[in-house]
Each structure stands twice: as C-alpha cells, then as structure tokens.
C-alpha cells in the first residue's frame, strides 16, 4: 500500500513538472508574414516595435493594457503627444516603459531590446524596409528571440482583423479579438454592400497627407494605407494612375487641372503646432476647423481648388492609417462622398461606441469633420 501511494506522488510531481516546463508552456502563432513562431503561452514580457501599437493593444488587454510591456520606441510620444497624454493620465505606469528609441520600428536600439530580456518582439510589417529593421532581425533571430509581425498601417482591408486575430492569440484574448472582428466587419461589409449596389459615377478625390507639415503640394497615398480605405469607400483617387506604390506625391500643376471633386487632408497636430493640420483627441472641433482653412489658404494649388469653396473638403486624423479604429473613418469617407446612399450612418457615434467598447479612455477630441466652405 505505501508503495503505491509514493508511486501516485511520484507521478503527481511527474505531472506538475511536466506542467511546467518549457515544452508545454510554449505555443505557435502564424504571423501576418505565414511564419509559424514558438512563443511562450503567457508572455510577460512583451517588446512592441511602434508605440503606436497601443492603438490595438489597448482594445485587446482589459484592465491595465501596460502590464506586459517592457520597452517600446517612442514614436507614440512624438507623433500622437494628445493620445500619449491621455494613456499617461489614466495609465502613469506607461511612463516607466523602458524607450528602446526616439522613432519608429526603423529607430530601435538592438541592444536596449536584448537587455530586456523579451519572451516576444512584436513588428509591424512597413511599406518601406531598410538595413536597420533587416539587422534587427538577425540580432533577434541569434539571440533565440521570437519575433511576431502584424500589419496594421499597409494593407488595412486585408490584414487588419488577421492582426488583431495574432495578437489576441499572443496575449490570450482571443475573445476580444473576435469581438473586434465582429464590429469591424459589421461596418465595413455595410460599406461595401451599399456601395456595390450603387450605379451611379465615383466622385473624384484627392487625398493629401499631413496638410501643413510641408511646403509643397501633396503627399498622397494610394496603394495601400489610408488610399486603400479611400478607394473601399468609393472614392477615385486622382493620384491612381500616377503613383505605383503605397505612397507618392503629386505636383501643384496636376492637382489644379484634375480639379477633384472633394479634397481630403489628414493632420495630427497638437493645439501648440502651428505648422499641421490639428487633428486628434483633445482637439475641439473650432480649433480642427481653422486649422483646415489657415493651411489650405497658405498653399497656390490648394487654393485654386472648387472643392474647397463649395463645401467638398474634410479634413481626417492622420493615425487612422495605423489604428483599427480606422473603420470610424472609413464611414466618414463613405458618408461623405455619398451622403444620401449612407444618410443613417453616424462616423462619430460609430468612435465613440468603439471607445466605450473596446478602450480604457474615454472618447475626446476631433478625428475628422466637414469644411462648410466659403
């Protein structure tokens, strides 16, 4: 009898060993890129290649979306500071998050991420790649370092719920990413449905990046990015037959004889910045709207444009490219084109369910507004 009872302990211990050991606490995840990845299955320490990850991350991670995360570049700092403000209000811990750089993914130092000792690098996948991320790759993969990519800021329509899907298996909140999926494609396939039973001509549009951070005219986005979600929308981008890749610019001359039918400028300027296109949280809406007429009234080709007379410019938060609260701003483009066709849909209502929903800050500021015109 005793020999048997300390084989049921033996084998109980066995049992708890194996429970814990590496082998079974390890799972695959299939990144945006197809790689199959070994990561641990609850990784506490979490190393994000863009800040601005938080977008996602904070919809996913109930609670205290900060916890897991050991280090991060700042470009969330630098390129969204009201939305950085607001997260450091609820959420001061975030200001303890170890800076792996000043910029973006291209910007990491290699050696800060190894001495964080991360159980998972979670990339975004980028229209452009250099040495920088290529060299990154090698240091992660020698150090024995799993590295997940998603892709939240080039191919939106095809890749943004499969992103959300990775990173709620990563974190185990599968639930909530389903969840997501659900209300992203509820307001998306309505979109597309209406649209595809429309006649009627696509109005023409051109779409101009960051109004006001440059001189000249105008940075735009075609194939993939913001120029997808415009295209989605119904939109005929202007700048479709010119530029090839995600990205590209148009000259004053073209933009004045293509005369677009609507002009759309994206901006994410603070209050203190003179120089942008003030869009985001903690932006009123009078402030947004005389940002839009200061710039456009500054650059020759914006002003000989009848769109910006005649009511047909809207201005849109530039960080929609990267977030998958993008499905807010995908209406507007769409109700904007087409008011009749989506009468009943409210853009704003659509952000501000989306905050009470899925984030843990309230909703606040301007995302994108209509310009009466003069």
Not at 107 to 127: G, H, Q, R, T
Not at 249 to 257: D, G, N, P, Y
Request: overall charge positive.
């Amino acid at each position: 009898m005793l020999n048997f009872k300390r084989g049921r302990i033996a084998q109980a211990a066995l049992l708890l060993m194996l429970a814990f050991s590496p082998l079974l606490s390890a799972k695959t995840i299939t990144d945006i890129d197809g790689n199959h990845i070994a990561i641990p299955d609850r990784p506490q320490r979490i190393v994000l290649g863009e800040s601005r990850m938080l977008y996602t991350l904070a919809m996913l991670e109930p609670g205290d979306p900060f916890k897991r995360i050991v280090g991060w570049p700042l470009d969330l700092k630098k390129y969204d500071s009201q939305t950085w403000a607001v997260f450091a209000r609820r959420f001061p811990q975030m200001l303890k998050i170890t800076p792996t750089g000043l910029g973006g993914t291209n910007d990491l130092n290699p050696e800060k991420v190894l001495a964080l000792k991360p159980d998972v690098v979670i990339l975004p996948s980028l229209a452009r790649y250099d040495d920088a991320d290529q060299q990154l790759q090698l240091i992660l993969k020698a150090a024995k370092i799993p590295v997940v990519r998603v892709d939240l800021r080039v191919h939106l329509l095809k890749n943004t719920t499969r992103s959300v899907e990775i990173l709620g298996e990563v974190l185990n909140q599968q639930q909530r990413a389903a969840a997501f999926t659900q209300f992203y494609d509820e307001h998306m396939h309505r979109i597309r449905d209406r649209l595809a039973a429309h006649a009627g001509p696509k109005p023409t549009v051109l779409l101009h990046l960051h109004l006001g951070r440059r001189n000249e005219c105008c940075v735009t986005a075609v194939n993939g990015s913001l120029g997808e979600l415009l295209a989605f929308a119904g939109g005929d981008n202007i700048a479709g037959g010119k530029v090839k890749g995600v990205f590209g610019r148009l000259s004053e001359e073209t933009v004045i004889a293509s005369q677009p039918d609507y002009y759309f400028a994206t901006g994410m300027g603070d209050a203190s910045e003179r120089s942008a296109l003030k869009m985001g949280p903690e932006v009123s809406p009078a402030v947004a709207q005389r940002s839009l007429k200061e710039l456009t009234a500054k650059q020759n080709g914006l002003r000989e444009l009848k769109a910006l007379r005649n009511g047909h410019s809207a201005a849109i938060w530039h960080n929609f490219y990267l977030s998958p609260w993008h499905v807010a701003a995908t209406e507007f483009m769409a109700k904007t084109l087409y008011p009749d066709l989506f009468s009943d849909v409210n853009p704003e209502q659509t952000l501000q369910q989306f905050f009470h929903q899925f984030l843990p800050v309230p909703f606040s500021g301007s995302y994108f507004l209509h310009d009466p015109g003069s």
